[in-house]
Structure formats: C-alpha cells, structure tokens
C-alpha cells in the first residue's frame, strides 16, 4: 500500500511538472539576424480577377493615404514585397510572413457587404522544429486567424481570398464554407518576393499611424487597419497554437457567429451556392450575412 502511495506521489509530480517548465521564453527578432527567412515563405495563389497584391507600403512615397490611389494609377513596384518577423521559442520558431495591399475591395459573391477599405495586412505563420521542419501553419482570414497541423515542405501553398486577400490552405473559410475563390490567376512564389523586415515600417510609424496605432487613411470604411508590430500575436505568435482549445480561442469565439453563416447555408447547398445567393431573394438572410462577417467582435489581423 506504501508503494502505491509512493507512486502516486511520483506520478503526481511528474505531472505537474510540464506546467512548470511550460513558461515561455521567446526572442523577437525585427531584424535579420542570420536567419533565413526565405526558407519557409509561402507561394500565394491569387483568384483569377484579383487586383491588387502585395507591396511595400512606402513604394510609392512616404504619404500612405494616397496608397489606394496611387495603386490604381499603377505607381507602386511591381515586385511583390513581403515583410517578415521571427519569433524564437523555446524548441521551436514561428516565422511570421506579413502582405500589405494598398486597398481591400471584398464583398462575398453577390452580397455587398461593404469591407472596402484602403490599407491591408494579412499573414502567414509557419512554426518550424529545432530540426528544421514546419509543423503548424496559421493563416489570417477576415475577422480570425485559421490554424493547421501541417507536414507539407518548407513553403506552404496558399490560397488568397478575393479582394479580401485572407487566406488558407483548402479555399475553405472555418466551418467548411467556401470562400470567395472562383479559379486560379497570379500565384507569388516565395522565391518571387522581395522581403523586408519591419525597421522602415516602424522608423515612419509617428507620420503613418493615428494616434490609436492605425494606419491614416482619407476614405471612409468601417475597418481600420492597425501596424502588424501593434498586435498582440505579432510577438507571441504561439498564443494562437496555444490557446487552440481554450476557452479564449479566436477561432472558438468567432465560430459562434459563423454558426449562424452554417445556418443559412445548407438550405442553399454549400457546394453549389454561389449561383443561389445570386438569386437569393430574402432580405433577411442577407443581412444575416452581412451581420455575421462585419460585426465579428477584434482582435482581427487584417
Ligand atoms: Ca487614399
Ligand atoms: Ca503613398
């Protein structure tokens, strides 16, 4: 009987000993240091009528409410840009693959719902092991972050949502929901970008920010944009990792909403709704919609 108490103690420390050591230790690095950041970027795969993609939020001069503008008058480089930050853990490194666009023209489908905004910043997270190997990838996507156990290679293939540029690994929003993604255009291979860590991003931020850490604009929209290095998961990207099955989970809080987007759906087919919302002629379910996907409460990451 001794003994099994004994063992049970052991057992019982044992246990109790991963919460100890669980404390996080973690490095931001906001500048290159000898770390290869090309080496786990993404290829992004664009929807055929995409217009507008990534590029440095200074590429056309250093006044960042004309960038809507500019981009439409085609005064930004054409090489897509990709900015970066790793943060080291650990055991491990999420790689943080930030992508600016100068304007935010989503709307799903049919439905206006009016997420048009200058200024857009959506990103990929790939968390690398000591050996070297990417094993979880999270994506933006709208109003919450998507997250995947992942093996597929150093460069996950990723698909941007139209005009709203969130992205995912399988055209798919949360709860199994198409997003708006028709067939293929423009895909940006990793090897395609010019990357740039975000020292000039913040060296300009009292000339580019409000004073509540959003980037200025001088067109009206109900999404403001803040600056990536403001956001809680840009220096702890594994609270989205960690955090998966507790009750603070993004995704968690998020899917109640979009509980409400599933509701609607299945009377329509989900795989064969886009020509139905077309023809949709309840008021009622397209505000439905629209109150789903705008009143989603933060923290957002586009
Ligand atoms: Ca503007
Ligand atoms: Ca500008």
Not at 20 to 41: F, G, P, S, T, W
Not at 133 to 154: C, K
Not at 183 to 190: A, M, S, T, Y
């Amino acid at each position: 009987m001794n003994k099994f108490i004994l063992l049970l103690v052991i057992t019982l420390l044992i246990l109790s000993f991963p919460t100890q050591a669980m404390h996080i230790q973690r490095k931001c690095y906001l500048k290159d240091q000898n770390i290869d950041v090309q080496r786990y970027a993404p290829t992004l795969c664009y929807d055929y009528k995409e217009k507008y993609f990534p590029v440095d939020v200074h590429g056309d001069d250093y006044n960042v409410t004309n960038n809507h503008e500019n981009y439409e008058k085609g005064l930004f480089p054409d090489k897509p840009v990709c900015y970066y930050n790793v943060v080291s853990y650990d055991g491990f490194k999420v790689y943080e693959y930030w992508f600016y666009y100068a304007y935010n023209d989503y709307n799903y489908y049919s439905i206006k719902i009016n997420d048009i905004h200058e200024h857009d910043f959506e990103a990929v997270f790939v968390w690398v092991d000591e050996d070297g190997y990417p094993f979880y990838v999270a994506t933006s996507m709208h109003l919450w972050i998507q997250r995947y156990s992942y093996n597929e290679g150093d460069h996950p293939f990723v698909y941007v949502e139209r005009g709203g540029h969130g992205m995912s690994l399988n055209k798919k929003l949360i709860d199994g929901i198409p997003m708006v993604f028709e067939k293929p255009g423009r895909i940006l291979e990793w090897r395609d970008f010019v990357f740039k860590d975000f020292s000039d991003l913040i060296y300009h931020s009292d000339r580019d920010l409000d004073s509540n850490g959003y980037y200025k604009t001088d067109e009206v929209a109900k999404v403001r944009v803040k600056a990536p290095w403001l956001r809680a998961v840009f220096h702890d990207p594994d609270v989205l990792r960690r955090s998966k099955n507790n009750a603070d989970n993004i995704q968690i809080k998020t899917q109640k909403k979009t509980l409400e987007i599933a509701k609607i759906l299945p009377k329509f087919k989900i795989g064969r709704f886009i020509p139905l919302f077309s023809s949709l002629k309840s008021r009622s379910h397209r505000l439905d919609l629209r109150r789903v996907l705008l009143q989603i409460a933060p923290p957002r990451i586009a």
